[in-house]
């Protein structure tokens, strides 16, 4: 069976009990004031939120410790993490990367010795997923965010014309895996490395490297270890235009994919929205009778889910409501294809 997972930050909320009430007591966390946890909605127009004021570096394992706790007090247990220590530099090959690759090491380690399995990462420097709409309506006139890529063009550049390259990129990658593959492996840690959302190959002049299923044959190639792994976040794969997915589960298998993200899609790479799992282009029972096949037994969300009625959309693609259907909708074609757990 599947770990199913919900994807939160350490700070208790209300939601948290509601997602306990539908059977998700997997956590996988963000670190309180990673990259992540400043990003993700700043880069679609929202205010990331503080740093962490305690005192402790946020990926230090004293931190970790601290926010595995908060959870455990309300019964809820952290199996991976989905942020990382800022690492702007690795990407683009800069002076300082070094230092950033170490936070990333002591990160990693931390991870280790604490039993945290799985590190979600990604490639897409100065920013995060990007879209350009956070409140297209669609049925019963739930919200969702999209992507236009004629809109994109009024977006500020990231950086100049030609300033950073594919292939600087590539290196810089090589770079980054053969520091932190080693520490990983002895650690016991799976990287699982995001697609670029959109899987688009340059936005606001600046290339989305993990943009295809061939770039991740190819990162996979790059330094072969199952701790070199891929977050198969469905919806931007199904955006490549590759594949079908069942197919790319299948070919990835277990030593491939270290943590999945459950969602679908509606569109192209260059205009798309996100969709309610049940009204997505991509055969979704089929994808978890993939996951089956080759015997997937680790962390997999919900991810950008609907805003439902009632709900500000202050946290777009992360309210509650669509959250609590998704899990429903997860649990329901995991048990169809994995078969009903045992009572205890």
């Given at each position: 069976?599947?770990?199913?997972?919900?994807?939160?930050?350490?700070?208790?909320e209300p939601m948290w009990t509601l997602i306990k009430q539908a059977g998700v007591n997997n956590?996988?966390?963000?670190?309180?004031?990673?990259?992540?946890?400043?990003?993700?909605?700043?880069?679609?127009?929202?205010?990331g939120f503080g740093l962490d004021e305690s005192g402790l570096v946020p990926w230090s394992e004293?931190?970790?410790?601290?926010?595995m706790n908060i959870f455990a007090d309300h019964g809820m247990k952290v199996i991976g993490l989905e942020d990382t220590a800022p690492m702007d530099k690795v990407r683009l090959g800069l002076p300082g990367r070094d230092e950033q690759i170490e936070n990333i090491i002591t990160q990693i380690k931390a991870m280790g010795n604490l039993g945290l399995p799985t590190l979600c990462y990604n490639w897409m420097a100065l920013t995060s997923w990007a879209r350009t709409d956070t409140d297209v309506v669609i049925?019963?006139?739930?919200?969702?965010?999209?992507?236009?890529l004629s809109d994109s063009k009024d977006m500020p550049p990231l950086v100049e014309p030609g300033e950073v390259t594919d292939e600087q990129m590539w290196d810089a990658l090589q770079y980054f895996l053969d520091a932190v593959v080693p520490v990983a492996e002895e650690a016991g840690v799976r990287l699982g490395m995001h697609p670029n959302d959109p899987p688009y190959p340059i936005i606001r002049n600046l290339p989305r490297l993990m943009r295809s299923a061939e770039a991740f044959r190819r990162l996979r190639a790059m330094r072969p270890s199952p701790s070199n792994a891929i977050t198969f976040c469905q919806g931007n794969f199904a955006l490549m235009g590759d594949e079908d997915l069942p197919t790319l589960i299948r070919e990835f298998g277990v030593d491939g994919i270290a943590f999945v993200h459950f969602r679908d899609v509606i569109g192209t790479a260059t205009d798309f929205r996100e969709t309610f799992h049940d009204e997505g282009k991509t055969d979704l029972p089929e994808c978890m009778r993939a996951y089956a096949e080759i015997g997937f037994a680790g962390p997999m969300r919900p991810d950008h889910v609907p805003t439902m009625h009632g709900e500000t959309n202050a946290r777009p693609g992360y309210e509650t409501l669509g959250r609590l259907f998704a899990i429903g909708y997860i649990r329901g074609v995991e048990q169809a294809a994995f078969g009903r757990p045992a009572v205890t």
């Amino acid at each position: 069976m599947i770990q199913l997972s919900e994807f939160l930050a350490p700070r208790p909320e209300p939601m948290w009990t509601l997602i306990k009430q539908a059977g998700v007591n997997n956590v996988i966390a963000t670190l309180n004031g990673g990259e992540q946890d400043q990003r993700m909605f700043a880069s679609v127009g929202k205010n990331g939120f503080g740093l962490d004021e305690s005192g402790l570096v946020p990926w230090s394992e004293a931190a970790l410790k601290r926010d595995m706790n908060i959870f455990a007090d309300h019964g809820m247990k952290v199996i991976g993490l989905e942020d990382t220590a800022p690492m702007d530099k690795v990407r683009l090959g800069l002076p300082g990367r070094d230092e950033q690759i170490e936070n990333i090491i002591t990160q990693i380690k931390a991870m280790g010795n604490l039993g945290l399995p799985t590190l979600c990462y990604n490639w897409m420097a100065l920013t995060s997923w990007a879209r350009t709409d956070t409140d297209v309506v669609i049925r019963g006139g739930a919200l969702v965010t999209g992507f236009r890529l004629s809109d994109s063009k009024d977006m500020p550049p990231l950086v100049e014309p030609g300033e950073v390259t594919d292939e600087q990129m590539w290196d810089a990658l090589q770079y980054f895996l053969d520091a932190v593959v080693p520490v990983a492996e002895e650690a016991g840690v799976r990287l699982g490395m995001h697609p670029n959302d959109p899987p688009y190959p340059i936005i606001r002049n600046l290339p989305r490297l993990m943009r295809s299923a061939e770039a991740f044959r190819r990162l996979r190639a790059m330094r072969p270890s199952p701790s070199n792994a891929i977050t198969f976040c469905q919806g931007n794969f199904a955006l490549m235009g590759d594949e079908d997915l069942p197919t790319l589960i299948r070919e990835f298998g277990v030593d491939g994919i270290a943590f999945v993200h459950f969602r679908d899609v509606i569109g192209t790479a260059t205009d798309f929205r996100e969709t309610f799992h049940d009204e997505g282009k991509t055969d979704l029972p089929e994808c978890m009778r993939a996951y089956a096949e080759i015997g997937f037994a680790g962390p997999m969300r919900p991810d950008h889910v609907p805003t439902m009625h009632g709900e500000t959309n202050a946290r777009p693609g992360y309210e509650t409501l669509g959250r609590l259907f998704a899990i429903g909708y997860i649990r329901g074609v995991e048990q169809a294809a994995f078969g009903r757990p045992a009572v205890t």
